[in-house]
Each structure stands twice: as C-alpha cells, then as structure tokens.
C-alpha cells in the first residue's frame, strides 16, 4: 500500500535559518504529491504541490522538488519566520493504487516552532 | 468567498449517542471527503464522495455514516458503534476525484468532538 514518512518533530530554528523537513513516499503507481500546513486549531491549507517527477513546486518561499529515484519530495525554504510555526503534512494522491481509498495518504506531521 | 464551512467547531458525544458533523461547500466541487486527525498519527480517510448520490469507505469507515444527497453538503454521522470517537474531524472537497485526483484538496477548519 502507499506510505508517507516525515521526519519526526517538533523541529525548533531560530528565525532566518534555513529549513528542510524530510518527505519520502512508497507508492504502487504515478503519485501526485503535496505539502500542506496546519496551524493551531484551523484545517489544513495546500501549500504546493507536484504531479510528475522533477516538477518543483513553490510558494511562499517553500520549495520541494518531485525525485523519483529516491521516492521523495523535501520541503526547503532558505530563511524562516515565525509566522511559519505551524503543523506541515506531506501527502500523496495516488488514482492507480489498485482498489485503495480515493484520498490523500499523509504523514504523520511535523510540528516546526520557529524562535524569534 | 468559496469554501468549505464545518460546523459546529466544537461538539460534545454522551455514551450512545449519534451525533452529525455538517460539512458544506460553495466551490462546486464533485468530490467530498472526511478525515479523522489524532495527535501523532496524521489524518485518515473515513468516507469519501465523486459524486451526488455515492460514496465509498475510506481506511476507518466502521462506527462511521454519511451521505451525499446534495452536491455541495456531506454530514457525517458518528454513531455509537465508533467507541473512540475523541478526535478532530476534517471536512475536504477537490474539483475531480478518482483517476484526476492529482487534484489538491481544499479543507474545512474541523470539528473537535468529544466524549462526555
């Protein structure tokens, strides 16, 4: 069945250093991949995502670029802020999974507390 | 603006209880889905809907009914069969659902239901 892994948090910087939370996926077909955020008591908000191998998706200063060869889909952004403390999902939509659910697979997030 | 609107935010169960979790969209979307987020363990997929009329179990759908008589509205109903309801409920919609799902899904702000 498809997976997701991330990194294990909470993951605490200091304001302006450089992130990267890691994402690695196992699927049975041609994934589409995502990177969503949570923050305290709201849902989830699409942060950027990728549907084929080597796309890179951005926003907001993130990035996370689609490697197929090493099944994974990094989230990096060069200089945090505090308004970035949040909860961060990866998640995997995979339509060729042979019978599976029609929804996202997540990760278990990763919490990320930026320190002024 | 569209959306999706869950309500209520908070929602309280007593022992046998059966209690519906509303969730309406205006961004007229095909596909509805419901997700259960526990601490540590990312979302998981209960129900989801392609279209008016249909629905299919997700990963955890025991304990768990909805239907789909509308296009832009998807109550759950926790039963009291789900003997470990305490959780935080995530209403999602995407524009395709099945084999376009590389579709990014849009989210409701949840609903945090427990047991009194």
């Known amino acids: 069945g498809n997976s997701v892994t991330q990194m294990e948090g909470p993951v605490t910087l200091s304001e302006e250093a450089f992130l990267t939370i890691n994402c690695t996926y196992t699927?049975?077909?041609?994934?589409?991949l995502f990177w969503y955020v949570q923050y305290p008591g709201e849902g989830l908000q699409l942060l950027l995502k990728?549907?084929?191998?080597?796309d890179k998706g951005s926003n907001k200063g993130f990035e996370a670029t689609y490697r197929k060869e090493t099944t994974s889909f990094h989230l990096e952004k060069g200089s945090v802020q505090v308004s970035d403390s949040a909860v961060y999902f990866c998640?995997?939509?995979?339509?060729?999974?042979?019978?599976?659910?029609?929804?996202?697979?997540f990760g278990k997030g990763t919490h990320l507390i930026i320190q002024p | 603006d569209g959306g999706i609107t869950q309500s209520p935010k908070y929602l309280f169960r007593k022992e046998g209880q059966n209690v519906t979790l509303s969730c309406e969209q205006n961004?007229?979307?095909?596909?509805m889905y419901w997700y259960r987020q526990d601490p540590g363990q990312g979302l998981r997929l209960i129900y989801y809907?392609?279209?008016?009329?249909?629905?299919q179990k997700g990963d955890i759908a025991e304990g768990y009914s909805v239907s789909r008589e509308k296009k832009e509205s998807f109550p759950l109903t926790v039963t009291s069969a789900q003997k470990n309801p305490t959780a935080f409920y995530l209403c999602?919609?995407?524009?395709?659902?099945?084999?376009?799902?590389?579709?990014?899904?849009?989210f409701g702000d949840g609903t945090r239901l427990s047991i009194l």
């Open positions: 999602a919609s995407s524009s395709t659902g099945g084999a376009y799902s590389n579709q990014p899904q849009h």
């Open positions: 961004l007229n979307h095909d596909a």
């Open positions: 998640a995997l939509s995979d339509p060729y999974s042979g019978g599976g659910a029609d929804g996202l697979t």
């Open positions: 699927a049975t077909g041609y994934p589409s």
């Open positions: 990728a549907t084929k191998a080597d």
């Open positions: 809907s392609q279209i008016v009329n249909d629905f």
